[in-house]
């Protein structure tokens, strides 16, 4: 006994020992770690392909520069913050990388003027807006800026050599969410260079309206909200500015809503270089703002403070389908005497009256490319289509397809028409991606945060943005989610997948199932009814990517999904209409 005390005496006589280090680690100790882990990876060209090992410098270099502010530490842990960005872009090309790269070396010049490296983080920023993303106006302004605010900096020749290649070019504001809009500065003789508002569209669902921003490039815009006027008969209004814009030929300076939720969108422009879009509102609960790339687009999410009813059960467009657009093929194709009417199941067992099957990406999105040159934008169309079909002939359902030719359609549609004809499921189909050729196997989605890696790895891929970006829909997922009743989805998920397991097993060999998986999809957001994403095979893998490309394993995929929705509307109830 006495024994075991002296060991546990000694034992507590060595923790400040072994606590001492840690404590006393300061900006530069913690540096000299983020430093380290930075030039470490750019040793190991095996890691440098995955962007979870990228992502880890970042998220070592930003701690030190939020624990140590103001410290010389703190700026250099910013900018090799932004290099590790740029190096990530790099492998990736995805563009969101380089935005990112790009708002990291900005904050090194706002955080610390005064540091020796900021006019490098400026020119570094520069570099990235000239030759990544091919903005020449905004590399022009960084290059000026550059010039202007060091200009006794080791930086000068260099920023000096570039701005007056670039002197054609009017510089552009850069981008920013929710600022108040700046207009360009204009160098004379030049004009200034104007960003379009090519369309507004929206959906009217149940409880919320979606409007969407369509603009030609990323802008810098506010969002302003005044509340109803009491004594007058002012509503409440949504309005957003939109600087350095113009509208383009053909967008409506009036667009009728009427859906009990919005009266009317406005378009207009209270002074030159800005275009103001004004939401004319009749109820109003609260609003979310998601901004997307390619095209760049502001999404607008309005709730509705009674969640009032539609006064029109015929769902009609609120744009003029341009040329190519898969939703405007699909409404358009509806005969005038049937039209599309927006209703609920009625809670029958087997009842399932309409569904909408989504192909994944398509048009200029290709999605993943396999080892030998398959598309996922194709073998989804393939396969989307067999499942469209057998659906119809195995349950006598209604299908409306999403897109059904190589045409690109943004995310937000793909929801927004599904619940603009109110389907009674959406089934959003893929083939999965991994940069490690060997992974295989099946697996299905519905819409959820996920902490898990995996799982945000890959919405970050079907989403066409970065893990960040994943990440920051944490604070607007539940709101939206508040009528896509996630245990129907679920439960859908599970019961396609088990069918898709056991079906394809039966005629293939090497079958993994990898489980149904939650995950932040922006194709999912918004959905009024179950609604799930099947990833059917990796097409990165060589087997799987022949397979996919079979026609007849797509039909034996086909009909095991269509087997487990069968299953899925086999219990009584599976939908109670609100």
């Given at each position: 006994?006495?024994?075991?005390?002296?060991?546990?005496?000694l034992l507590l006589l060595m923790l400040p020992m072994t606590v001492v280090p840690a404590v006393a680690a300061g900006p530069a100790e913690a540096c000299a770690r983020a430093r380290?882990?930075?030039?470490?990876?750019?040793?190991?060209?095996?890691?440098?392909?995955?962007?979870?090992q990228w992502e880890r410098v970042i998220d070592r270099c930003l701690m030190v520069a939020r624990k140590y502010p103001g410290t010389p530490e703190g700026a250099e842990a910013l900018l090799l913050a932004g290099k590790a960005w740029q190096g990530l872009y790099g492998v990736s090309r995805v563009a969101e990388d380089a935005h990112q790269a790009v708002t990291v070396y900005l904050r090194l010049p706002d955080e610390y003027p005064g540091s020796p490296l900021a006019d490098d983080a400026l020119l570094a920023a520069a570099g990235i807006e000239e030759t990544a993303l091919k903005d020449r106006a905004a590399a022009w302004g960084l290059y000026h800026d550059t010039l202007e605010r060091y200009p006794h900096g080791d930086q000068v020749t260099a920023a000096r050599t570039r701005r007056d290649a670039l002197a054609r070019f009017a510089p552009s504001p850069p981008a920013s969410v929710l600022a108040p809009a700046k207009a360009a500065p204009a160098v004379p003789g030049k004009p200034v260079k104007r960003q379009a508002l090519t369309d507004i569209r929206f959906w009217s669902n149940p409880g919320y309206t979606r409007v969407v921003l369509y603009l030609t490039s990323r802008v810098e815009y506010a969002a302003i909200f005044l509340p109803a006027e009491k004594g007058s008969d002012n509503n409440p209004r949504l309005y957003f500015d939109i600087g350095a814009a113009v509208p383009a030929p053909g967008v409506a300076e009036i667009t009728p809503v009427g859906d009990g939720l919005l009266?009317?969108?406005?378009?207009?422009?209270?002074?030159?270089?800005?275009?103001?879009?004004?939401?004319?509102?009749?109820?109003?609960?609260?609003?979310?703002?998601i901004p997307l790339d390619d095209p760049f687009r502001i999404v607008i999410d309005i709730a509705g403070a009674d969640?009032?009813?539609?006064?029109?059960?015929?769902?009609?467009l609120t744009a003029t389908p341009s040329p190519g657009d898969g939703i405007g093929q699909v409404l358009d194709a509806v005969p005038a005497d049937k039209p599309l009417a927006v209703q609920l199941p009625n809670g029958h067992a087997g009842v399932l009256r309409r569904i909408v099957v989504d192909a994944g990406h398509g048009g200029k999105d290709p999605g993943a490319i396999g080892p030998h040159g398959a598309r996922e934008k194709d073998v989804a169309l393939a396969l989307a289509r067999e499942v469209g079909k057998q659906l119809e002939e195995e349950l006598g359902c209604e299908v409306i397809l999403t897109r059904n030719s190589d045409v690109f359609l943004p995310l937000e549609e793909r929801t927004g028409i599904a619940n603009k004809v109110g389907a009674d499921l959406f089934i959003s189909i893929h083939a999965n991606a991994s940069p490690k050729g060997n992974v295989y196997g099946t697996e299905t989605y519905y819409l959820n945060?996920?902490?898990?890696?995996?799982?945000?790895?890959?919405?970050?891929?079907?989403?066409?943005?970065?893990?960040?970006?994943?990440?920051?829909?944490?604070?607007?997922?539940?709101?939206?989610?508040?009528?896509?009743?996630?245990?129907?989805?679920?439960?859908?998920a599970a019961e396609i997948q088990r069918a898709l397991v056991e079906g394809l097993d039966r005629n293939y060999s090497a079958v993994r199932d990898l489980g149904v998986r939650q995950g932040p999809f922006y194709v999912l957001l918004g959905a009024t009814m179950p609604s799930v994403l099947v990833e059917t095979a990796f097409i990165s893998h060589t087997r799987e990517e022949a397979r996919l490309q079979n026609p007849a394993f797509r039909a034996k995929a086909a009909e095991a999904i269509v087997r487990g929705v069968r299953s899925y509307a086999a219990v009584p109830k599976v939908i109670a209409a609100q």
């Open positions: 006994m006495r024994a075991l005390v002296l060991t546990l005496l380290e882990s930075y030039q470490g990876l750019l040793k190991a060209p095996e890691k440098m392909r995955y962007r979870d009266k009317q969108i406005r378009t207009g422009r209270p002074e030159p270089g800005k275009v103001r879009v004004v939401l004319d509102l009749v109820s109003f609960r609260d609003y979310k703002i969640t009032p009813e539609l006064k029109s059960n015929n769902p009609q945060f996920s902490k898990n890696d995996q799982a945000v790895a890959v919405a970050a891929r079907e989403n066409g943005t970065s893990l960040k970006q994943v990440g920051d829909l944490e604070l607007i997922l539940f709101d939206l989610m508040a009528n896509a009743k996630i245990n129907e989805s679920s439960r859908l």
